[in-house]
């Protein structure tokens, strides 16, 4: 697929996020990170073409080579994969955190960010399956760690980040991502300013979008199969 063609799938996306946004009743705004990992810096450019502000990377060192590749272009730049220890010290070159994935790595950010008089906004990761391979929060833990979060001088938890199961059927997506906006009202409960939704990838935006994401997740439809 070429990259001359992602302005054409915007677009097309776009139409399908609206309907699902009307038959899902949630009435949110949604946002499109353009999910460029495996791609060139031309991946980039053809996103901010297509009039794209935000890209999603999951490995630190790629997103900022990237992001000085394309410095001019102004995204908003998001870390979807695991942050290690070692690379806390670049999260002043992401805008959002999606996946702020265990207790450890929270500590970590926060006093990284208290240390430099910063507050970072992350997302709370929220393994609703279950999965074993997957990051993230479990549900249960969700309530005592939002309250203990809420006196995190350095983090702004803005909302939650989940990952559906590889082949889920349409029910499971459905309740994998009302459970992760229930995660989202469970913030909210515990004081911290949770309105945004990540959820939905290119195989299953629509269900997400119809349940209430707010930023949708997107490589494979805009760019093609990664190799
Ligand atoms: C790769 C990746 C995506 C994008 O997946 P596609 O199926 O290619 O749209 C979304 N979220 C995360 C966390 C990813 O690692």
Same mark, same amino acid.
């Given at each position: 697929m070429p990259f001359s063609d992602?302005?054409?799938r915007v677009?097309? #996306?776009?139409?399908? #996020?609206? +309907?699902?946004?009307?038959r899902g009743g949630h009435g949110?705004?949604?946002?499109?990170?353009?999910?460029?990992?495996?791609?060139?810096?031309? +991946?980039?450019?053809?996103?901010h073409a297509a009039g794209l502000e935000d890209v999603g990377e999951n490995r630190v060192q790629e997103a900022l080579e990237k992001r000085e590749a394309t410095r001019e272009l102004q995204m908003r730049w998001h870390l979807i994969g695991h942050l290690q220890r070692n690379k806390i010290r670049f999260l002043d070159q992401f805008d959002l955190v999606?996946?702020?994935?265990?207790?450890?790595?929270?500590?970590?950010?926060?006093?990284?960010?208290r240390d430099g008089d910063r507050r970072t906004d992350v997302l709370m990761q929220v393994n609703v399956s279950g999965e074993t391979t997957k990051g993230g929060f479990d549900v249960d833990s969700l309530p005592a760690e939002a309250d203990r979060l809420a006196g995190a001088a350095g983090l702004r938890v803005i909302g939650v980040m989940t990952m559906a199961p590889w082949g889920a059927s349409e029910q499971e997506l459905r309740d994998v991502f009302s459970a992760a906006r229930g995660a989202?009202?469970?913030?909210?409960?515990?004081?911290?300013?949770?309105?945004?939704l990540s959820m939905g990838m290119?195989?299953?935006?629509?269900?997400?979008?119809?349940?209430g994401a707010t930023l949708v997740r997107l490589g494979t439809i805009l760019f093609g199969a990664r190799t």
């Open positions: 992602v302005p054409r677009d097309e #996306i776009r139409g399908r #996020i609206a +309907a699902a946004v009307s949110q705004l949604v946002r499109i990170v353009a999910v460029t990992k495996t791609h060139g810096p031309d +991946a980039v450019v053809a996103a999606h996946s702020m994935d265990r207790a450890r790595v929270a500590d970590a950010i926060d006093d990284w960010a989202r009202d469970v913030l909210r409960a515990a004081g911290h300013p949770a309105d945004e290119s195989g299953d935006y629509e269900v997400a979008v119809e349940e």
